[in-house]
């Protein structure tokens, strides 16, 4: 009972913070990673320089930072039916990068969305759930500088060449071009009932009749026309339409899960989204049935592993949650949110060899992806009044940018610890930061 009341409240603070925070999960990442890298492969940006974020933010609309930040709003994902017609906007961003169009953003608002970006966000089921609500809050104090991406907007021409060179780059990359006629489709259609949801200096543009007709034309040539374009395999597609229904099953009020996926839907994509949806509200027994019936039909997806990991953990059924997360990683090497979920259900759990374990997982994790939550949760997993908790604190609040606190525990892990720990040496270091 216990478990379901802090869950009510976690989704009641996650709704009020949700304006304008990045979300981080392995498997949204994973598909996006596997839509752009080839594009941005196409416009010589290495994978390595590359990096994609998911803010959580309504809108239709996604942007490129820097020509290699490509931020991708949740509200663009749940909206664009295809995994090609996603690549179409994404090339579409890569197309201003190549165009040399980032010059127009002010430096301020670059660094603003640098800090945002190296404070991250919860992952996405640990934000809704179970996040430590002043974890939330420090994030998104840092994250705010997102919003200001609205300052930046380019000239119509800008638009036009950001479509055509997008455009070669789908080409060049094998992909079908006719994405852009999809998406601009799309945006035509959303115009006018949907047009307060529109972000007037996003991809939509009030011109996109026109730029509609400019790609059909493009389509018309003949080189495009001798070329076979492989079809999207339907691999990539199952896992394009589950990131879609995870989205919306997280972020969505039930009655939007139920008309988007209703009960007469009994595709995976429709069971996933019910199933979080449930889970959210409070009903378990319908979540689990439910994610027991994706985990029956593809037993090796770790990310319905996770789900069951998420809802046992709501339940307060450790022991299951352990399991199902630990199923999760065996099926998928290298999770950052998964393992750390799993070291948090652990540092609860508390035996001796539960701690171990968190602190190994943490660990693991920092070395990825240091985050913020990976932090928090290896200072619960030291547990109080252990040194090594302060220092870890003190890393959380280095990464959530509040200096302040972070020299506060770094100067009493100092008075707990032996001079020679390593994690000593790493709290001075933090005391020395200007
Ligand atoms: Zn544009």
């Not at 065996?330 to 035996?351: D, F, H, M, Y």
Request: include cysteine.
């Amino acid at each position: 009972m216990k478990k379901i009341l802090f869950s009510i409240f976690a989704i009641l603070f996650a709704v009020n913070v949700r304006a304008e925070s990045l979300i981080n999960d392995t498997e949204v990442e994973a598909v996006l990673g596997e839509l752009v890298t080839p594009l941005a492969a196409a416009a010589d940006i290495s994978p390595n320089r590359m990096h994609i974020y998911l803010v959580d933010n309504d809108s239709f609309n996604a942007f490129v930072i820097g020509g290699e930040d490509i931020y991708i709003y949740t509200g663009l994902l749940k909206r664009v039916t295809t995994p090609n017609a996603l690549r179409a906007v994404i090339a579409h961003e890569l197309g201003h990068t190549l165009g040399g169009h980032m010059a127009q953003m002010s430096a301020q608002i670059e660094s603003e969305m640098r800090r945002a970006m190296i404070i991250q966000a919860l992952g996405i089921g640990l934000m809704v759930l179970g996040g430590n609500p002043s974890l939330g809050a420090g994030v998104m104090a840092g994250a705010t500088g997102v919003a200001k991406q609205s300052m930046m907007s380019f000239s119509r021409d800008e638009e036009r060449i950001a479509d055509d060179l997008g455009f070669n780059l789908m080409v060049e990359a094998g992909y079908n071009p006719n994405g852009f006629v999809e998406i601009f489709t799309q945006m035509n259609e959303m115009t006018s009932p949907l047009e307060s949801r529109v972000n007037k200096n996003s991809i939509n543009h009030p011109v996109t009749a026109e730029r509609l007709k400019n790609v059909r034309e493009k389509l018309l040539n003949q080189n495009i026309k001798n070329k076979k374009f492989p079809e999207d395999d339907a691999k990539i597609i199952e896992k394009y339409n589950l990131v879609r229904a995870k989205l919306v099953g997280y972020l969505d009020d039930f009655t939007r899960v139920k008309t988007l996926y209703p009960y007469s839907n009994k595709s995976d994509e429709a069971i996933y989204a019910r199933a979080i949806a449930n889970m959210r509200g409070g009903n378990l027994s319908g979540a689990v049935t439910g994610t027991k019936t994706l985990i029956s039909r593809q037993p090796k997806n770790p990310y319905f592993y996770e789900l069951l990991g998420d809802i046992e953990y709501q339940y307060g059924h450790y022991d299951n949650s352990v399991a199902a997360y630990e199923h999760a990683i065996n099926l998928r090497k290298n999770s950052p949110q998964i393992e750390t979920a799993l070291a948090l259900v652990l540092s609860e759990r508390g035996t001796d060899n539960d701690r171990a374990r968190a602190i190994e997982l943490c660990r693991h994790t920092i070395l990825l992806d240091p985050k913020p939550l990976a932090y928090w949760v290896l200072a619960r997993a030291f547990g109080d009044g252990d040194g090594r908790a302060d220092w870890a604190m003190a890393e959380f609040y280095t990464l959530q940018k509040q200096p302040q606190k972070a020299k506060e525990y770094a100067r009493r892990a100092k008075t707990r610890l032996p001079h020679d720990e390593p994690e000593y040496i790493k709290s001075d270091d933090i005391l020395k930061q200007e």
